[in-house]
């Protein structure tokens, strides 16, 4: 079985990316919504000096263009960091200094590793290296290390079924994927041997002898 995947990346693709580092990592996603309340209680300051400012004027007629300005800046900036997540704003920072905008990266997954080929460049990967799958509803993200992934776009297949593909990974990675919205379930706890219960069958046996 072999899969091609094709895609050049949008700031989507980088906002789907820091949305899933944020839900994979339980500290982080904690520190997302400490973040996330706080932009939101800055963004309420704001909005209220912006429109107690005009409030002020409006009652004592004092009216300044450059505290009116001042006023409709904070209030729309207030507005926008009340509306927008902090883990999409972090995505839309990352693409913009992304430098391979525009660019077609594919990758060919094969029997015994995959392939990265971008700017004519073919990189060579191993399944070993990879660490962690998770998915959402548009991409796979094929972790090496915390904060570092390939990234699959499911849009992007020109060979292989995109569905079928984590089945695939999982097989030769010997990893379960996560799936955005879906809690892992916990691993079963291995069955131990009860010790003592084997002591007393076998002083039970001596006694019969």
């Known amino acids: 079985?072999?899969?091609?995947?094709?895609?050049v990346y949008d700031r989507n693709d980088f906002i789907g990316f820091m949305q899933a580092y944020t839900d994979r990592n339980t500290k982080i996603k904690g520190m997302g919504y400490i973040t996330t309340y706080g932009t939101k209680m800055g963004s309420a300051v704001m909005l209220f000096g912006g429109i107690y400012n005009l409030f002020t004027m409006f009652r004592t007629g004092a009216w300044d263009t450059k505290m009116i300005i001042g006023s409709a800046v904070l209030i729309v900036i207030a507005c926008a960091l009340s509306m927008i997540p902090v883990d999409e704003l972090a995505g839309r920072r990352t693409w913009n200094q992304y430098p391979l905008q525009g660019m077609k990266i594919t990758y060919d997954f094969e029997a015994g590793g995959f392939t990265e080929t971008r700017q004519g460049n073919v990189y060579k990967h191993n399944y070993k290296d990879i660490i962690e799958l998770y998915a959402d509803e548009e991409r796979y993200y094929l972790y090496v290390k915390e904060n570092?992934?390939?990234?699959?776009?499911?849009?992007?297949f020109t060979e292989g079924d995109p569905e079928e593909f984590a089945k695939y990974i999982e097989n030769k990675t010997d990893l379960k994927m996560r799936i955005k919205g879906v809690k892992p379930k916990p691993e079963p706890k291995p069955i131990e041997d009860d010790e003592d219960w084997d002591d007393e069958d076998d002083d039970l046996l001596d006694d019969e002898n």
């Open 148 to 156: 570092a992934a390939y990234m699959i776009c499911k849009r992007g």
């Open 1 to 7: 079985m072999r899969y091609t995947v094709s895609a």
